[in-house]
């Protein structure tokens, strides 16, 4: 008797994965449109923490400061992102930042046309920067792994 119920376990296990493998693939044939990316304005700067705060509470976007004047200081990554179109946009974005690394926001969810932007605000701890580099300014480049559009 045993061994049936846990047959019956294993069978309801599979089929569950197997419907949540096919909503993905549904989801993805009928929604996904990365060429819609063009209509999400998006920027993304490195910034310190009191940064942040002027960010958020005098609405300007904050001022990129060149490696040399985030070294060794706890930073932060954050992104702005607008959705200009109107349809609701869902995905995951990737970040790419050289001397800083690769970055991930998944679940990011744009209601259409809205006036505000939204936000994202990623801890990225203290940081050292190589001598060659203390001059640059951070450069970014943006990439939806997924981008749903409804």
């Not at 995905?91 to 744009?110: A, D, K, R, V, W």
Request: glycine share 6%.
């Amino acid at each position: 008797m045993n061994f049936y119920k846990n047959i019956l376990i294993v069978l309801i296990a599979c089929l569950s994965m197997k419907a949540n493998l096919g909503a993905d693939i549904i989801k993805t044939l009928l929604f996904s449109d990365k060429s819609y990316a063009r209509s999400i304005e998006t920027h993304a700067w490195i910034t310190t923490a009191a940064q942040v705060s002027e960010a958020f509470t005098k609405q300007e976007d904050p001022m990129q400061l060149p490696y040399r004047e985030l070294h060794g200081k706890y930073i932060y990554l954050v992104v702005r992102l607008k959705n200009l179109e109107a349809y609701f946009a869902d995905g995951t974005l990737e970040i790419t930042c050289p001397g800083i690394g690769n970055f991930s926001i998944g679940g990011i969810c744009l209601d259409p046309k809205l006036d505000q932007y939204e936000y994202y605000v990623i801890p990225l701890g203290n940081t050292v920067f190589g001598q060659n580099e203390l001059d640059n300014k951070p450069q970014f480049s943006f990439k939806w792994k997924k981008l749903y559009v409804q």
